[in-house]
């Protein structure tokens, strides 16, 4: 991103609407630094306590194996821009998919005007604001590389499909067998009128395995799934067989399993699913 403006130039909030810049469209860098710090200095010179800029770009994909044959792949490609405006106890959030400048202004606009507040008139000059250094978090921790190492869609297909055929050799009374796994990459650009000025790269992965049973009247239905947040490698060292032998197992002793009587009683509860069960219960509510 370049902006067309002169280092160290006093600018006039009549020359604001004038600015533009082409954004580089490969990552989120130190190119940034200009025009954010004067969209955040219009911001402040509003009258606005705090504004921050949440910049990110997705990556998102997911594949669903059903039995023998891959049914879904998804994916998905995104760009936007959150803006929180803050004056004394109350806050605002627009978000916008336009990353031009004019774009990220207009955002900040509306969320000055929902908080009551003005730009500066034509004639007004518009303070300094100096970001922090920039914070590079995705490339100190090696973070850059990380999309590029992640699963193909032919190894996802391939290990969903294997992981299909393991349950299919350990589990009986079969109805369907179901796994699943989704990718979730994010870069992330921050920059608020504290001075804040930081970027990172978020990877979610999840997969997992269903399984359902049927036997005259009788049907369970189990599901196993695992999650990641630093290894882009982690589809491939999913222990897939181990899974499938877990919810084989649970389907199996659900499949003929007696109803519960109603009543109170006194319960332990493990880690893991123990969990689930105290968000259910308390989580929603606290």
């Not at 007004?124 to 100096?130: D, F, R, Y």
Request: aromatic content about 8%.
């Amino acid at each position: 991103m370049t902006a067309t403006l002169i280092p160290g130039r006093l600018l006039r909030a009549e020359e604001i609407p004038s600015l533009t810049y082409t954004s580089m469209g490969d990552r989120f860098d130190e190119s940034w630094r200009e025009p954010l710090s004067i969209l955040l200095g219009l911001g402040r010179a509003a009258g606005a306590d705090l504004v921050e800029f949440f910049l990110e770009r997705n990556q998102y994909i997911s594949c669903l194996a059903e039995d023998d044959a891959i049914t879904s792949i998804s994916p998905r490609i995104v760009a936007g821009a959150g803006v929180r405006v803050f004056k004394g106890k109350a806050d605002c959030y627009v978000s916008t998919n336009d990353l031009t400048f004019q774009g990220l202004k207009a955002a900040m606009e509306k969320g000055l005007a929902i908080m009551g507040l003005l730009l500066p008139g034509p004639t007004s000059h518009l303070s300094e604001l100096n970001l922090e250094l920039f914070r590079d978090y995705a490339t100190v921790k090696g973070k850059d590389a990380w999309l590029g190492q992640c699963s193909t869609m032919q190894e996802m297909g391939d290990i969903l499909l294997s992981a299909n055929g393991a349950i299919a050799k350990s589990a009986s009374h079969i109805q369907a067998r179901r796994s699943a796994y989704f990718r979730d990459w994010q870069e992330v650009l921050v920059a608020a009128s504290d001075g804040t000025f930081a970027r990172d790269i978020r990877l979610t992965q999840s997969v997992g395995s269903n399984l359902l049973c049927a036997d005259g009247d009788h049907r369970s239905s189990i599901g196993q799934r695992l999650g990641d947040t630093s290894d882009p490698g982690f589809l491939r060292t999913w222990d897939y067989g181990t899974t499938a032998q877990e919810v084989s197992e649970s389907a199996g002793k659900m499949l003929y399993a007696d109803y519960v009587e109603s009543g109170t009683y006194p319960i332990v509860m493990a880690n893991h699913f123990g969990g689930v069960i105290f968000h259910e219960a308390c989580g929603h509510l606290l």
